[in-house]
C-alpha cells in the first residue's frame, strides 16, 4: 500500500476532478467554462501530487520545451475562448510530453484481465505494440 501525504491525497482529487470536468465539458460540446476550469484542476492537482518544484522541472525541461509549449499553449487557448482548436493543441502537447510513461502504462493494462485481453485482439495489438516499444526516456 503506498502511504499518501495531505497534499498528495488533495492533489488526487483536484486531478481526478480535472479529468472529470474535461470528460464532461468535451461531452457538452467543447463547453468552454468546463474545460478551463478541468485545466486548471488538472494542472494545480498535479504539482499538489508531485510538488510544485518537481513540477516545474518537468515541465521546463530542455527537451520538453515543445511538448510544454503545446500544452501550456493549449490551455492558454481554451482559457481565451476556443475550446476545439486548445484541446487539439493540449492533447498533442500531452502525447509529446507523457510519451515516455505509454509503455510502462500498456505493460499494466496488459496484466488487468479484462483490458489485457481486449489488447489482444489482432486489429488492436499492432497499435498497442507500436505504443508500448517506445524507447521515449521521461
Known amino acids: ?26 461531452m457538452l460540446f467543447f463547453d468552454k467554462a468546463l474545460l478551463a476550469i ?26 520538453k520545451v515543445k511538448a510544454t509549449s503545446f500544452f501550456l499553449g493549449g490551455v492558454f487557448v481554451v482559457l481565451i475562448g476556443w475550446p476545439i482548436i486548445g484541446i487539439i493543441l493540449e492533447i498533442y502537447g500531452f502525447f509529446l510530453l507523457f510519451r515516455g510513461f505509454f509503455p510502462v502504462a500498456v505493460g499494466f493494462i496488459r496484466r488487468v484481465p479484462v ?11 499492432s ?11 521521461v
Request: charged share 15%; glycine share 14%.
Open 1 to 26: 500500500m503506498i502511504s499518501l501525504t495531505d497534499s498528495q491525497k488533495i492533489g488526487m482529487g483536484l486531478t481526478g476532478f480535472g479529468v472529470f470536468f474535461l470528460f464532461f465539458g468535451m
Open 38 to 63: 478541468g485545466n486548471i484542476l488538472f494542472v494545480s492537482g498535479l504539482s499538489f501530487i508531485i510538488g510544485l518544484e518537481r513540477t516545474l522541472r518537468f515541465f521546463f525541461q530542455r527537451h
Open 115 to 125: 483490458l489485457g485481453s481486449l489488447l489482444s485482439l489482432p486489429w488492436i495489438r
Open 127 to 137: 497499435l498497442v505494440d507500436k505504443i508500448g516499444e517506445s524507447n521515449t526516456m
